[in-house]
């Protein structure tokens, strides 16, 4: 079995697009990852990129994905230390690469620059690898 990390906005798409998830592999993510998505729909909806009702199926769906979400004093201190290394302002980036540190194989984001942050820290894998065992 395969562990990916996967940040807001790679769970946002996996939902939009329907993209269905090997059951050999399990998706990992610090707790704020759906606090995260959803401020990034309410954007997208007071924007006019997609509708309230597409926001609501879109929050269902992830809600309903299947998600190990972290949040411990282990990996709430990995993201300080590493936030902290590299001059970060806040911890929310480096909280997806701590959970990955600790409890992934690899972090999955279709974020640039969540992945150039990744970069020298976590290994990065392709989205595509969400669909194949």
């Known amino acids: 079995m395969a562990r990916y990390a996967i940040d807001a906005r790679t769970l946002l ?10 059951p050999d592999h399990q998706l990992v993510a610090p707790n704020l990852i759906r606090s995260q998505a959803l401020t990034l729909l309410l954007a997208d909806v007071r924007s006019g990129n997609i509708t309230e009702q597409v926001a609501l199926q879109h929050h269902e769906r992830f809600t309903a994905l299947k ?5 411990d004093r282990v ?13 970060w302002d806040t911890t929310f980036d480096a909280e997806y690469l701590a959970v990955c540190q600790l409890q992934a194989d690899a972090l999955i984001t279709i974020d640039p620059t969540l992945a150039a942050k990744a970069e020298g820290t976590v290994s990065l ?3 595509e690898m969400l669909s194949s065992s």
């Open 75 to 87: 990996s709430r201190r990995t993201a300080w230390k590493i936030a902290l290394a590299h001059g």
């Open 125 to 127: 894998a392709p989205l």
């Open 67 to 71: 998600m190990r979400l972290l949040g």
């Open 13 to 22: 798409y996996i939902v939009a697009n329907d993209i269905e998830i090997d």
